[in-house]
């Protein structure tokens, strides 16, 4: 805890900077201003476009100084008194101060930024219907401390555990299930003592809206270990009305207790539900996840058509894409994923939908091979993991995609590093979205959509 000579020192060396913009980060982007300033571009912690602030230096750069906020001179419109007690401690958020009805456009502005120098414009943002209470999944972190365990997020800039019984963006199921866990993490009882062999681990949470299936790496025992018994009856305590599942995982090996996977249905009928279990990826949020299925299936326009899918992931757009196209390759490399798929194959043929053909290959790999083979697709939709597609694959998508392709991504700088493969090869951008996904936080989803060279088209 700072003592009040800390916070004195700290005043007497800041800087006055006028913030103009926002960053990738969510920091403010700005300048100092007073005589001598220093003409460096500052990305200011916990400052907000259109405010002055008082600042203090945490690290410097050649082109660039990093800081945070010390006191907040000239306030902007959109600052409020953030909703949790533990903002600015907690590392999970970043964008608490800022009013819920600006946060979309702020992300809008950071979308725009990363893409500005290839000349694609965002215009549009999609607000989130909720700015508290939506989170259905969330990664825990369980560390122990002399005799203390904490179960909760990372700290602000930090490895360190701070331990919670609530957090304001999760859903109802997920905080009843934070709750009990750090209650029983708190005890001495069987559950606690297998958090205590984790020494420093992660708990996984996956919530329907309704249910909890929780996820522990790291733990299932070996084939005929006589310790199993002993585990089950410890994650056993955690079971409720509310927590219907735990799944233990061990290498290739799970123990599952009660239900190991929920139905995700927010994008489709409940026959076409996407099982997931706590280690699989799925979108922060049902309702935006709605919108977002809802606007990649409408710009790829696949009717009747050929779509290639990459990094499919258990079925987010494929299940959409099957009511709409008449084929649908789906490439995913997880072994897990890919079984997700085979089993929404199923379903989608046995219900007359498009053919799903399951391709378990890594997606750069799959998009060489078919550049090699000449083969092309007039729809392709993607949606890689935050590290992007890679330079090499954006070349080879660039060749195989013959009509509209529509990329989705959750890092506008890598989104923006793998476009620009694409628009050097004569693709041209028709249209981009971002999506508040995740508020409270500065994550965005953006949506670009292209189409090829005419000449290939």
């Known amino acids: 805890m700072k003592t009040g000579a800390t916070e004195a020192t700290e005043a007497a060396a800041g800087e006055r900077v006028e913030v103009r913009g926002i960053a990738h980060g969510g920091e403010g982007v700005g300048r100092a201003v007073g005589d001598d300033a220093d003409t460096r571009t500052w990305l200011v912690e916990g400052a907000l476009p259109g405010e002055q602030v008082l600042a203090v230096r945490s690290e410097e750069r050649r082109r660039m100084i990093r800081g945070r906020t010390l006191q907040v001179l000239t306030a902007s419109p959109d600052r409020v008194t953030p909703p949790c007690p533990v903002e600015g401690v907690c590392g999970g958020c970043g964008l608490q101060h800022a009013r819920a009805a600006a946060q979309a456009e702020l992300k809008r502005q950071i979308a725009e930024g990363a893409l500005r120098r290839l000349g694609i414009a965002v215009p549009h ?41 609530h957090c304001p963006v999760f859903d109802a199921p997920l905080n009843h299930a934070l709750a009990r866990l750090s209650a029983l993490a708190g005890g001495a009882g069987g559950f606690a003592q297998v958090l205590r062999q984790l020494r420093r681990g992660e708990v996984h949470l996956l919530s329907d809206g309704a249910a909890v299936v929780v996820g522990i790496p790291g733990l299932a025992p070996r084939e005929g270990d006589a310790d199993e018994a002993g585990l089950r009856a410890a994650l056993a305590e955690v079971l409720d009305n509310v ?30 539900a996407i099982p997931t279990g706590p280690f699989e990826f799925s979108q922060a949020q ?34 959409a894409l099957a009511r709409e196209a008449a084929e ?82 959750c890092d506008p700088a890598t989104l923006a590093r793998d476009l620009e493969p694409m628009l050097e090869a004569g693709h041209r951008a028709a249209s981009a979205l971002a999506i508040d996904m995740m508020p409270m936080t500065p994550e965005v989803e953006v949506i670009v959509a292209l189409d090829a060279p005419r000449e290939r088209s």
């Open 286 to 319: 049902a309702a935006q996840n709605r919108a977002l299925v809802e606007r990649v299936v409408s710009l790829a326009d696949a009717r009747g058509g050929q779509v290639l899918e990459l990094f499919a992931g258990g079925g987010n757009f494929t299940r």
């Open 243 to 272: 927590i219907v599942g735990v799944v233990a995982r061990g290498g290739r090996r799970e123990l599952v207790l009660g239900r190991g996977r929920l139905g995700l249905a927010d994008a489709g009928p409940e026959d076409m």
């Open 125 to 165: 943002a999609l607000a989130s219907p909720r700015a508290l209470g939506y989170r259905r999944r969330a990664r825990l972190h369980v560390e122990r401390v002399g005799d203390e365990l904490r179960l909760g997020l990372h700290r602000r800039h930090s490895h360190e555990v701070l331990a919670l019984a």
């Open 328 to 409: 649908v390759v789906a490439v995913e490399e997880d072994r897990g994923s890919a079984s997700a798929l085979l089993r929404l194959a199923k379903k989608a043929l046995a219900s007359r939908q498009a053919k799903v053909e399951v391709r378990r290959l890594d997606a750069t790999r799959a998009l060489t091979r078919y550049a090699a083979e000449g083969r092309s697709f007039d729809r392709v939709v993607l949606d890689p993991p935050r590290s992007g597609l890679g330079l090499h694959g954006a070349r080879a998508l660039a060749r195989v995609a013959s009509g509209r392709t529509v990329f989705v991504a």
